[in-house]
């Protein structure tokens, strides 16, 4: 068996099906970052992606130096339960959870640990996401295209923060994960954030000292009305319980 070298930081992006040039963005950015390559590793847990998609991000993954854990399923998305497998093969003492169609300041992921490391590793470290207009095209960006990036994006509500959740593995490993009793899109992620300050973490948002913007795509998250009012059912009832799974 191949023994995985540690690393301060992992990064666990969870996807099905997705794949194209917005996950080679978000791949590049991270690997503008000005960290050492080696302080960190990038976790494409892949849950139940088709076999055409699934080459496409083993060939991504290769180019970045990624690493695929592929889960063969049909079962319904489960973010939740694809970010838990992510999680158990990390090798870093800190767990960043990010999405698939995200690009970061070259400073991220440093502010990230710097943020950390003022807390006593104590901290539940946020981002407030901005997001990039629908009329700009999918195409390859580089560090260049940084400053008109950000000067064409607009700051979400702080709610769906599912794009920036880094805390110590440790952590992780203590509350067993994400909740993997939601299904489809929703909850999750807020599920998580309020655990954390259960859990006694302090929430640290960043946005003032770095950016993370989303790429506009379709949205799936009405695609199960029915899941959605589960989810959030599920939530209200939930939520206080620290540690699930």
């Given at each position: 068996?191949?023994?995985?070298?540690?690393?301060?930081?992992?990064?666990?992006?969870?996807?099905?099906?997705?794949?194209?040039?917005?996950?080679?963005?978000?791949?590049?950015?991270?690997?503008?970052?000005?960290?050492?390559?080696?302080?960190f590793e990038i976790l494409l847990?892949?849950?139940?992606?088709?076999?055409?998609?699934?080459?496409?991000?083993?060939?991504?993954?290769?180019?970045?130096?990624?690493?695929?854990?592929?889960?063969?399923?049909?079962?319904?998305?489960?973010?939740?339960?694809?970010?838990?497998?992510?999680?158990?093969?990390?090798?870093?003492?800190?767990?960043?959870?990010?999405?698939?169609?995200?690009?970061?300041?070259?400073?991220?992921?440093?502010?990230?640990?710097?943020?950390?490391?003022?807390?006593?590793?104590?901290?539940?470290?946020?981002?407030?996401?901005?997001?990039?207009?629908?009329?700009?095209?999918?195409?390859?960006?580089?560090?260049?295209?940084?400053?008109?990036?950000?000067?064409?994006?607009?700051?979400?509500?702080?709610?769906?923060?599912?794009?920036?959740?880094?805390?110590?593995?440790?952590?992780?490993?203590?509350?067993?994960?994400?909740?993997?009793?939601?299904?489809?899109?929703?909850?999750?992620?807020?599920?998580?954030?309020?655990?954390?300050?259960?859990?006694?973490?302090?929430?640290?948002?960043?946005?003032?000292?770095?950016?993370?913007?989303?790429?506009?795509?379709?949205?799936?998250?009405?695609?199960?009305?029915?899941?959605?009012?589960?989810?959030?059912?599920?939530?209200?009832?939930?939520?206080?319980?620290?540690?699930?799974?």
């Open positions: 068996m191949d023994v995985q070298p540690p690393h301060r930081l992992s990064v666990i992006i969870a996807l099905r099906n997705r794949a194209g040039v917005r996950l080679d963005n978000c791949l590049r950015a991270l690997r503008w970052q000005d960290l050492e390559p080696s302080a847990s892949d849950f139940g992606s088709d076999p055409t998609h699934l080459a496409e991000v083993t060939h991504l993954a290769e180019r970045h130096g990624a690493r695929v854990i592929h889960t063969a399923t049909e079962e319904r998305w489960n973010k939740s339960r694809a970010l838990n497998i992510g999680i158990r093969a990390a090798s870093g003492h800190y767990v960043l959870c990010t999405d698939a169609d995200m690009i970061f300041a070259p400073n991220f992921l440093s502010t990230l640990l710097s943020t950390q490391q003022a807390e006593g590793d104590n901290a539940f470290v946020l981002c407030q996401s901005r997001d990039l207009p629908e009329a700009l095209a999918d195409t390859p960006w580089s560090i260049d295209d940084l400053p008109a990036l950000i000067d064409q994006s607009d700051y979400r509500a702080r709610q769906g923060t599912g794009a920036c959740q880094m805390a110590t593995r440790a952590f992780f490993e203590r509350v067993r994960g994400y909740d993997e009793g939601y299904k489809g899109w929703g909850q999750e992620d807020t599920d998580m954030t309020f655990r954390a300050a259960r859990a006694g973490l302090t929430h640290r948002w960043v946005e003032d000292a770095t950016a993370m913007m989303h790429q506009w795509h379709r949205s799936n998250r009405d695609r199960w009305p029915v899941q959605k009012t589960l989810n959030d059912l599920r939530f209200h009832l939930t939520k206080w319980r620290v540690t699930k799974n």
